[in-house]
């Protein structure tokens, strides 16, 4: 029954909690740099049409499918009739415990450096290789964020994830807010902007419009289930649309945010901005020194509190969708199914653990056609897990939705708690949506990544 399985108990707490999952790592060390290499302002312009076209059909669906059947990624298609494709909540469900795997390695190393800067020690930024495959350390603050996951998680929908959302999301906005005001006082922090923002439709092309809507996709926590978990802990009362147009809104305004921070820290020391973790843990630390011990000390560790609570928000809603599935499908108790899986998933992310210099096995573990240097494991599963499963999710969720479950059923879903939706313009614009421009694209998107990561072609 639904009330056994939990409820948001409000709208915001439910908003907060999927604003949460979709605001992660990727929307403060990836968005910010695709922006800048992208065309400053052309690339924000087709990020926000693809969010809002591409993805927000998708995200509908998943909150739809969840709410309609009270259930986890897995049991909502067998709810629904259809057993057989349950094989998308199947693989949703390795996604996650992939992705949350190596997710939580990373989010490790924020948490680390969050100490670090604690200390003042900005030195790390330079130490960064050391660092990451300081194996013992990167473990330990790995278990540390694990166990933090699993606390949140096991406190159930209502005192555990909307709880610690409330807690986490307004405060994230508050430092993140605090560091952009500080960071355009800097010299020379008007150079930044400029290098984020003026609009140059010339570096606009196909290969930039395809990171776009990767990242996206992946931004918004879409493919996966995750929202279809979240959703199965909605009232009938909420309106679906405007909530998921909220979220949105939210993912890529923190995104956006995040760039007009972290290119006047890089340009007021007039340094490079390079893209991925070097920006973050390289780069910046060197930035926060040259503020001086105190000044250093207070931005270096808030900024990284920041990081850490993104990406904590993140992994709670990673860790749910397993939980539950264990939770309904195998009757298991919450706090049960929460360590156990936890503990299973820690497990599986030693090899990532491992991927970054501690062991040459790991790290030098395969070769893939197209590339020079051998990826390491954790490349290797972020590849299949996060690039792949998640537009092959993606695509299966809409043609599900759209041609097996039918749009009618979708917007008899929606329609619940959003009295004028059937009829208006948004009703044919999202059917639209599912029926055609997702399918299409999401396949196609599929298809592509798995040539360039797979057998190195990119027709680019
Ligand atoms: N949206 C998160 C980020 O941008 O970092 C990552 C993520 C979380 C992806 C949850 C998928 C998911 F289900």
Not at 39 to 65: S, T
Not at 282 to 310: D, K
Request: glycine share 12%; hydrophobic share 55%; proline share 5%.
């Amino acid at each position: 029954m639904a009330s056994n399985r939990g409820q948001f108990n409000s709208r915001v707490g439910f908003i907060l909690a999927a604003a949460g999952s979709a605001v992660g790592l990727g929307n403060i060390w990836k968005f910010p740099f695709e922006v800048g290499d992208g065309g400053g302002a052309a690339f924000v312009l087709i990020y926000l049409i693809f969010c809002f076209v591409l993805c927000f059909p998708v995200m509908v669906a998943e909150i739809a499918i969840g709410r309609r059947t009270n259930k986890n990624p897995v049991g909502a298609f067998v709810s629904l009739g259809f057993p057989n494709w349950s094989i998308i909540g199947k693989l949703g469900l390795v996604a996650g415990v992939v992705i949350l795997s190596f997710y939580n390695v990373v989010a490790g190393w924020a948490f680390g450096y969050f100490f670090e800067m604690l200390q003042g020690n900005f030195a790390i930024g330079s130490e960064f290789g050391t660092f990451i495959a300081d194996w013992l350390k990167v473990g330990i603050y790995g278990l540390i964020f694990m166990a933090a996951t699993a606390f949140i998680v096991s406190g159930g929908v209502q005192d555990g994830i909307e709880k610690a959302a409330k807690i986490l999301m307004p405060s994230l906005l508050a430092i993140i807010l605090f560091l952009v005001v500080y960071a355009l006082t800097l010299p020379n922090a008007m150079a930044g902007v400029e290098f984020y923002l003026v609009p140059d439709f010339s570096k606009v092309n196909l290969q930039v419009i395809y990171n776009a809507l990767g990242q996206a996709f992946f931004s918004l926590s879409l493919g996966m289930g995750a929202l279809i978990t979240y959703g199965s802990y909605v009232s009938k009362r909420e309106n679906i649309i405007s909530s998921a147009a909220i979220i949105t809104l939210t993912d890529v305004g923190i995104a956006f945010i995040a760039g007009l921070m972290m290119f006047p820290f890089v340009f007021s020391q007039n340094l490079e901005p390079n893209g991925g973790p070097g920006l973050i843990f390289v780069t910046l630390p060197g930035v926060f020194q040259t503020l001086g011990p105190l000044l250093g000390v207070v931005i270096g560790s808030l900024f990284f509190l920041l990081l850490s609570f993104a990406a904590l928000t993140s992994t709670v809603s990673l860790l749910e969708v397993p939980v539950s599935y264990l939770v309904d499908e195998r009757n298991m108790p919450r706090k049960k199914a929460v360590w156990l899986t936890a503990g299973g998933i820690f497990l599986v992310g030693i090899p990532s653990l491992l991927s970054n210099g501690s062991s040459e096995f790991w790290t030098a573990f395969t070769h893939l056609p197209g590339r020079e240097d051998p990826v390491s494991f954790m490349t290797l599963i972020e590849f299949v897990a996060s690039d792949s499963f998640l537009p092959l999710g993606g695509f299966l969720i809409s043609v599900f939705t759209a041609y097996v479950w039918r749009t009618a059923s979708l917007d008899e879903e929606v329609a619940i708690g959003n009295d004028g939706f059937l009829g208006s313009p948004l009703q044919k614009f999202l059917n639209f949506g599912i029926q055609f421009l997702a399918p299409v694209i999401l396949g196609i998107i599929f298809v592509l990544t798995v040539l360039d990561r797979f057998w190195g072609y990119n027709p680019f």
